[in-house]
């Protein structure tokens, strides 16, 4: 039996796209492993693939970490040169990657109690950074993120087994409706879109500007839209989107005078162990994909109270 057939989730292998039926929880463990999130909220996140926290972070936390961002994407000895990627045609800062390696106070976010018990609420196990970075669209010249399903790349290019990982996206600007806010297929996490198109040795130095493979076809894309819509995030500065790891998302291109700002940390459980990845792939860089669960993250409150 060939690995392709084997794989729950086989994606860039055959001749055309399909849309796979999920096969693992949203919420593990019945939403009890943490008490971070209402009943009535861990069931809005079941239902649509996400949440929107409003007004978590205040003014001078959000202005600490805006300045951080900005100093990380400036200052050249923040992180190595490939952990800043800039916009296809120009010197802009587009991401950057491993910020809460690179900065106390992101190191500090990953842990706070506001995310992290959320995070450990859905997937009921304790957590790691599988990923982490600064995404700056900046005004005039900030590029589009086409629609992608971040758990087909990280199953693909990773080895990632399982749909057992989340997204924090904290809001550091205001995220209107014409800066290139994230944007949301509700209930599109229950379906996996198999991808077309064999994807090339250190493909993640061109898709991290431009995304290539992994692109969902238009048919699956309309066929997602049709049942769920799409849904702009837009809240102020200090907001929290956690969503699930197959929810289909992109934005588009800032052409606006305001710039957006966010973080985003990949919560992953350590219960799933990344493995090789798909089709004889080098595994990704470290500062893309963290493969050490080990590292599990310890609350912050916890260790106020050890």
């Known amino acids: 039996m060939s690995s392709f057939i084997s794989d729950l989730y086989a994606s860039r292998a055959g001749a055309s796209a399909a849309i796979i039926a999920r096969r693992d929880p949203v919420v593990y463990g019945a ?6 999130l209402s ?11 996400f949440i929107l926290l409003e007004n978590v972070f205040g003014p001078d936390e959000v202005g600490s970490l805006l300045d951080e961002v900005r100093r990380m994407g400036t200052d050249s000895g923040a992180a190595h ?14 991401s950057v ?3 809460h390696e690179s900065s106390e106070r992101v190191a500090n976010l ?3 109690p506001r995310l992290i018990h959320v995070a450990r609420q859905i997937l009921a196990s304790e957590v790691y ?12 010249k900030g590029k589009e993120f086409y629609w992608h399903s971040d758990f087909e790349t990280w199953h693909v290019e990773d080895g990632m087994p399982a749909m057992r990982a989340l997204s924090c996206l904290v809001m550091l600007t205001d995220n209107n409706a014409c800066n290139g806010p994230l944007m949301l297929v509700p209930g599109s996490h229950r379906h996996f879109i198999s991808c077309v198109g064999a994807t090339p040795d250190e493909n993640y130095k061109e898709s991290l500007r ?22 702009p995030v837009v809240a102020r500065a200090g907001a929290v989107v956690f ?4 929810t289909m998302h992109g934005s588009s291109g800032n052409i606006s005078p305001w710039p957006r700002a966010n973080i985003f940390m990949v919560y992953n459980s350590v219960d799933n162990r990344l493995n090789a990845p798909c089709h004889g792939l080098k595994p990704r860089p470290e500062y893309i994909a963290a493969r050490d669960p080990a590292r599990s993250l310890e609350p912050l409150d916890a260790v106020a109270h050890g």
């Open 210 to 231: 431009q995304q290539e493979y992994g692109v969902p076809d238009q048919t699956s894309l309309q066929w997602l839209v049709d049942k769920g819509g799409i849904r």
């Open 243 to 246: 969503f699930d790891c197959n």
């Open 129 to 140: 950074i599988h990923q982490s970075r600064a995404n700056l669209k900046p005004g005039f």
């Open 81 to 94: 040169e490939g952990e800043v990627v800039r916009e296809p045609g120009s010197n802009a800062v587009r």
């Open 97 to 99: 990657f491993r910020v």
């Open 39 to 49: 009943a009535d909220q861990v069931a809005s996140y079941q239902q649509d693939g």
């Open 110 to 112: 990953a842990r706070d």
């Open 31 to 36: 939403g009890t492993y943490a008490s971070a």
